[in-house]
């Protein structure tokens, strides 16, 4: 099965397109990440232009300039047009190239419960866990460094179980449905986070069984933080 979904989800551009795309991104950005992957599913090629978030070019004139909220990641088109915030890159991608879809096609209801787990990620969980959040507690705080520990863990396992019942009455594959899709281009990046602020996750066969599955197939290696050129070597 990986073999097959490697090959139906190339990182070759769509055929005909002619698109080449720029994706400002953070080799660590779980935001970033998810459209990396989103991308590659998709096919679309794309090249990269690094802001590093630790030296906070995010914040500088010339980036600030094409993307006023200062966030990362933003995707640039070829007419110069700048799309900030990973959903509605995610979802303006779906629209515009259908043809590998990242969304249930059967079913508005199907739709509307994809949406449903990734604005979980990427509402409840996500923003409480952002660089800046974990920054604020340190810095303005004076939060010791157990207490944003467990101010992580405490955030990901109130996410995690709720996604995990979800996951859990997959195939083990996918979060839903037989294909890789939008909810997948969220949890991946969650799990790795969680994973790199050593969350023990141990209680969620479910999410672990569809993040190895996910992470054997290309999309997914290719847009893994490990392989991005701006990893620090």
Not at 5 to 30: C, D, E, F, H, Q
Not at 58 to 83: C, F, M, R, T
Request: aromatic share 8%.
């Amino acid at each position: 099965m990986a073999r097959l979904i490697s090959a139906l989800y190339s990182t070759a551009p769509l055929a005909n397109t002619g698109v080449t795309m720029k994706l400002y991104t953070y080799y660590r950005s779980s935001a970033s990440y998810r459209v990396r992957i989103g991308l590659n599913l998709k096919g679309i090629a794309y090249t990269s232009e690094s802001v590093n978030l630790l030296e906070t070019q995010q914040k500088s004139e010339a980036y600030l300039a094409s993307n006023p909220q200062g966030l990362i990641p933003a995707l640039e088109l070829e007419d110069g047009s700048v799309i900030s915030q990973s959903t509605a890159i995610l979802e303006w991608l779906e629209e515009s190239y259908p043809q590998t879809p990242l969304l249930p096609t059967d079913s508005p209801l199907a739709r509307a419960k994809v949406r449903s787990l990734v604005n979980h990620i990427a509402c409840d969980i996500h923003p409480l866990l952002n660089l800046s959040i974990l920054i604020y507690l340190k810095e303005s705080l004076d939060a010791e460094q157990q207490q944003v520990d467990d101010w992580y863990s405490q955030w990901i396992h109130r996410g995690f179980d709720s996604i995990e019942r979800i996951a859990a009455a997959g195939n083990g594959e996918y979060c839903i449905g037989d294909r890789p899709g939008l909810a997948d281009c969220y949890l991946i990046p969650q799990v790795y986070n969680a994973q790199r602020f050593n969350v023990d996750i141990s209680a969620y066969p479910a999410i672990a069984s569809v993040c190895q599955h996910c992470n054997s197939l290309e999309p997914f290696l290719l847009a893994h933080p490990d392989q991005q050129a701006d990893k620090p070597q």
